[in-house]
């Protein structure tokens, strides 16, 4: 069986899985803020109805616990249950443990890429182009059919959502770079970025560069989201160790750690949750997650400042920075960086559905949520929409090109070293 938590940090302190989910009074004020429930109003797809059967699964009273898959098998992860909740219960925790009960060995493929990305990163890279030029090619359009019969649809779903394929990765270029001696920031680089949008990290680290001075790149391992998410805790905490030990040896103990992806960088800041067992590491832990920040709070701190440019833009809230984080970004350093041009975004915090594969394994139930979040951008008129999270970029690209495609979507990094290099900033492409 996949190892479970069994504990986990909750806003009463820690708590049993069970006592985590007994926390939750019924009282229904988490289903409006639910997007899988608005979008089918089934109980079962709601916040209160996920704790309730994981609840039910602790106490032995579900005859058939399989029962329960779809139910938490649908839930987005976006956390918009806790923060409508006003004992704020962590059903996105608790729907993971959910999933550990319910899951014997980790699916193969998530086991795979864990392990490619946590043991053998440079197979990885070598891998995903042999990928990326086979569907250049326009090969991989022939595959999707084989892999719908071999009940890889979620491969098949990513191939029609994923568009950007580079061919020269993050790392590689950021290892070119000089690195300071006394770095004012580490860049921890989010696989996102690495491998699908490099574009995203070169912009950051430029930012990074013209608001704090110079820093360097930390040359990390994957975070572990994936492994914590889908694969394996002890996975998860093998690469937690990895990256913690990494910051520990680099020169900047004070220096903050930025990472530009929302979802990855909840999930360092969630590394306690990891080693409630292991107090030494459990320590090394809550130093490491003290450092780190999202690169959308060193822009909202930041006095950039653009011309007004043409068009209208607007700002999707990534569920991990706004709901994981507690993090939105500034609504006056967002009209400062539009030049004025910033239209505030009709429910910027409901999930656009990406949530990491979801897009992929629920492709009916994800459209139905990109919908209506694609519609709340296209009554903006806005011609940029910008965001923090490489899942909603992914997301939200897919769904501009589909339903609404005068708008295209940037990550906040990349539309701020826009403005940098207009003001005059020297910047590095």
């Known amino acids: 069986m996949s190892e479970k938590l069994n504990r986990l940090i909750t806003d009463l302190g820690e708590r049993s899985t069970y006592d985590a989910a007994s926390q939750c009074s019924r009282c229904g004020y988490c289903e409006q803020a639910c997007p899988t429930y608005v979008a089918t109003g089934q109980e079962s797809k709601s916040g209160r109805g996920r704790n309730q059967l994981v609840r039910l699964m602790l106490e032995g009273k579900l005859k058939d ?7 938490l098998s649908t839930c987005l992860l976006c956390g918009a249950c806790s923060t409508a909740c006003y004992a704020h219960v962590p059903t996105a925790d608790i729907v993971l443990e959910g999933r550990r009960m319910l899951r014997g060995k980790s699916p193969w493929l998530a086991k795979m890429l864990t392990v490619l990305l946590g043991r053998a990163p440079a197979l990885l890279s070598v891998l995903l182009k042999i990928a990326y030029l086979l569907k250049r090619a326009g090969l991989s359009v022939l595959a999707r059919p084989a892999l719908r019969i071999m009940g890889l649809r979620g491969l098949a779903e990513a191939d029609l959502h994923v568009d950007e394929l580079p061919l020269r990765f993050l790392y590689e270029e950021l290892r070119q770079r000089p690195n300071a001696e006394n770095p004012a920031w580490l860049y ?62 680099l020169p900047g103990e004070s220096a903050p750690l930025v990472g530009d992806c929302s979802s990855c960088v909840a999930h360092l800041k969630n590394y306690p949750q990891l080693f409630l067992d292991d107090a030494a590491w459990k320590e090394r832990a809550e130093k490491f997650s003290r450092r780190v920040r999202d690169a959308v709070e060193i822009i909202n701190k930041s006095e950039i400042a653009g011309p007004k440019p043409e068009g209208v833009i607007t700002y999707h809230e990534s569920c991990r920075a706004c709901h994981g984080q507690g993090l939105r970004a500034s609504k006056e350093g967002l009209t400062r960086l539009c030049g004025g041009s910033f239209q505030p975004l009709e429910e910027a915090e409901v999930c656009c559905g990406g949530a990491g594969a979801f897009s992929f394994t629920h492709p009916e139930l994800s459209d139905e949520v990109l919908r209506r979040k694609i519609g709340a951008i296209a009554s903006t008129r806005a011609s940029i929409v910008l965001t923090s999270s490489t899942s909603c970029l992914i997301q939200l690209a897919h769904g501009l090109k589909k339903y609404y495609p005068e708008c295209q979507v940037l990550h906040l990094s990349e539309f701020a070293v826009e403005i940098l290099s207009q003001n005059g900033a020297k910047t590095r492409a």
């Open 65 to 71: 616990p399989s029962e329960a898959g779809e139910a």
């Open 188 to 249: 921890f680089a989010p696989c996102g970025p690495n491998y699908l949008y490099p574009r995203v990290g070169l912009a950051t680290v430029n930012v990074l560069g013209n608001t704090l001075g110079s820093g360097r790149f930390m040359d990390n391992n994957c975070c572990g989201l994936l492994s914590y998410n889908y694969g394996d805790i002890e996975d998860a905490r093998v690469l937690a160790k990895k990256n913690i030990a990494r910051a520990e040896a």
